[in-house]
């Protein structure tokens, strides 16, 4: 609901490391439209919660979320929507998302594997980055 998306941006934007970083403003139901129209992939619900939110995050330690800069790519005869780059293992790994499935996914490059991040946007954000960007 849109309480908690709005609780999701205040914990997401207290968590802004230095002056480098960037969290942008808000992108509209249009522009997300757009977006999935040009690159022919729906985006899940929280995903699109997250982009009402921000069209897209920049953290220096290794996280990019972009609305702008989302595109498809197959590995191992999987497609995938990447939404940008998130340096779990390695810097240069990528954030995935499955077509018709909330789970995102992760590319460790280095090991070319694609691998079970977390079951949701809410859960990545909540769980995985906030912890990340506390440690880097």
Known sequence: DSSTSRG????????VLDSSDE??????????????????????????????ITEGVNVSTGLSISLSQLFN?????????VLGEFWKEADGDLLLLRPGEETVWYYAHEQDKVKFLRNTMYELLEKELVNYLREN
């Open 8 to 15: 999701l941006g205040d914990v997401y934007k207290r968590q």
């Open 23 to 52: 969290i942008k403003s808000a992108a509209t139901v249009e522009k997300i439209v757009e977006i999935e129209k040009k690159i022919g992939f729906i985006l899940p619900t929280q995903v699109r919660e997250f982009f009402l």
């Open 73 to 81: 790519l197959t590995i191992h005869e999987e497609h995938y929507c």
